[in-house]
């Protein structure tokens, strides 16, 4: 799948496609002890206590957002630079919630009586470092994270923004961010629990399980019929909260798919619900592609619906999963 043995249409005819049921089990090869170890890798490596809070687009200037974290009220807005200004959520006044109040020139002001921020300490308000790396808005949450602080989160290898097309999907599932991981690190799922998206999926390479190369994959993305795109894929973990997926060969070579799971807290149930914030980057080196560059506002809704599909699945089986081990029925 080398450049030069492209076609000059992007697109592959299956020979002989089978059904569905007719496809290679992939159980055996999706050994749970295999997935725990990726999983358990995965968690091991340092976040710098850094969490997704939203895509950079979700954050305009002159309006705040607000997220909790873990259980934390955060406020995050832009100021008169346009710079990513973050801190609790809470008015240190009388408690309002600065996320439903307005920014004026890059200034959150309280709604219930005034109390202006700009970003700096202020009144007992103490900010928290806050990153935007092009397409995606972090915080630094220290005492959350209880790690070693670091000054700039964990930011996967990505397309130059300049070549590059991106969008952004936002999901929310009952589960906790390491079910939403071990969904992402589970490969072996994808041509079955998927089929209306994936076809001829084989894991190469599990070698890189320990977390060292990631699990490497050839799969088809199904266009209609029997028309396929089909790439060479590896999956890693370069932080605990995030799985990224890198088209190492094939059509779109270099785009990423970033999945991000962030803990919100317990619902009114006391149970724990996750967001995942997935951000796709894609490229090509195809002549064409500037013009779906030049298209992205009307190509990010798609993007995001095509990915939508796909969460709908998988947060079912990340919330399959909590409950599976919440009530120590889990066979994993």
């Known amino acids: 799948m080398s450049k030069d043995r492209r076609g000059r249409i992007p697109l592959s005819l299956r020979r002989d496609p089978v ?19 990726a999983l358990k890798h995965a968690s091991a490596r340092p976040s710098g206590n850094w969490y997704v809070i939203g895509g950079s687009r979700a954050i305009a200037p002159g309006a705040s957002f607000g997220r909790k974290v873990a259980g934390t009220e955060v406020v995050v807005w832009r100021d008169a630079d346009g710079l990513l200004r973050a801190g609790p959520g809470a008015c240190p006044h009388l408690g ?68 590059a097309l ?27 629990f998927h ?31 029997r028309l396929v795109v089909p790439v060479r894929a590896v999956f890693t973990a370069p932080e605990p909260r ?19 799971a962030t803990p919100l807290g317990e619902d009114r149930s006391g149970r724990p619900r996750t967001a995942v914030v997935e951000a796709v980057i894609a490229a090509s080196d195809r002549r064409g592609f500037a013009v779906a560059r030049a298209a992205a506002p009307l190509l990010r809704p798609l993007v995001r619906a095509s990915a939508g599909r796909l969460w709908r699945d998988d947060l079912a089986y990340a919330e399959r999963r909590w409950e599976l ?6 066979p994993g």
């Open 19 to 37: 059904p569905w049921d007719r496809q290679r089990p992939t159980w055996r090869e999706a050994r749970p002890a295999l997935i725990a170890g």
């Open 325 to 330: 081990r919440s009530t120590g029925r889990f």
């Open 96 to 163: 309002a919630p600065l996320r439903d109040s307005p920014v004026r020139c890059g200034t959150l002001v309280c709604h219930w009586h005034g109390l202006a921020l700009d970003g700096g300490p202020f009144a007992g308000w103490e900010p928290y470092p806050a990153y935007d790396d092009g397409v995606l808005c972090w915080v630094r949450l220290d005492a959350v994270g209880g790690e070693t602080p670091s000054d700039r989160p964990v930011i996967p290898e990505r397309p130059r923004p300049a070549a």
């Open 242 to 260: 995030t799985v990224v997926m890198h088209i190492t060969e094939g059509e779109g070579r270099g785009s990423v798919v970033e999945t991000h």
């Open 166 to 192: 991106d969008a952004v999907y936002e999901g929310f599932g009952v589960c906790e961010p390491e079910d939403v991981v071990a969904n992402r690190l589970d490969p072996w799922h994808g041509a079955w």
């Open 195 to 225: 089929p209306y998206s994936f076809v001829d999926l084989t894991v190469l390479d599990t070698s890189g399980a320990d977390g060292s190369d990631g699990f490497a994959v050839e799969v088809s993305f199904k266009v209609a019929g």
